[in-house]
């Protein structure tokens, strides 16, 4: 490969979504002149939310598409130059670090920034997918305000699940949880608070047969007893899905450090992953909060980290040049 065919840029982030923007404000304010490749979901996952009522600076809400498009302007504006395109693969053993975009592109960068996010697991049936963001939702916490007072169900038996089921135990009349076996995998202590939950009916051995509804919105649910096949309707107007996140770190494995979950690690109160020069932030190190104002913190906090590291980097080069 020629070097015509090779881009050399200072700082590039990888994904888009609150964190990366967030990152790429934060780095073109600082002159670190950042390339930002969207990836196959520019936005992130508040591209498929409907209604953000909990991120700062939106008194009266704010669609999630319209929010990242807000986002997208800002980091444009300040300099940042998104593309559209998908990073296929990564070297980063040596320095410059090279990146691979839609199998032919290589980008060499002196930092690089990851916020290629995470997906939310779904069931995989039709009914979900098309009532996505009309009553059926991967997070309590971002929709569950809009249930208040409703009758909901939530699949899933981990303590994410229990967790939402209890977060929305405070918002909604009646909270249906669906659990597939006869046990969860919760903690014990979840278990117990979930348990003792008055307005939680829990329903064990019991599979998602079809969830019911239109374009206006969810009315119930249609759910299969595992041991003896009879089926049930429950009538909601909220389907929650908490059967966990999948990290979209496939790409990075063998380059950085990662837990078992795919999660990439980074040094406590930091965004540096256990590859100097590299920096993750947002969904893509979080498993815990997973929240857009959180993304946007630590995009805020990698941008920051990437330009230290690239200010020293200078500064050893002027030293070792003197």
Known sequence: MSDASIEKVKCLIIGSGPAGYTAAIYAARANLNPVMYQGLQPGGQLMITTEVENFPGYPKGVEGPTMMADLEAQAT?????VRFGLVTAVDFSSEPKKVTVDGKKVIEADAVILSTGASAKWLGIESEQRLNGHGVSACAVCDGFFYRGQD???????????????????????????????????SKIMQERVLKTKNITIHWNTETDEILGDTNGVTGVRIRHRETGVTQELPIT?????????????????????????YVLVETGSTRTNVEGVFACGDLMDKIYRQAVTAAGTGCMAALDAERYLADKELELESHAN
């Open 77 to 81: 504006r300040m300099g940042t130059d």
């Open 152 to 186: 909901v169900a939530i699949v899933g038996a981990g303590d994410t699940a229990c967790e939402e089921a209890l977060y929305l135990s405070k918002l909604c009349r009646t909270v249906q949880m669906l659990v597939r076996r006869d046990e969860m995998r919760a």
């Open 238 to 262: 909220g389907f929650f899905v908490a059967i966990g996140h999948t990290p979209n770190s496939d790409i990075f494995k063998g380059q950085i450090d990662m837990d078992d979950q795919g």
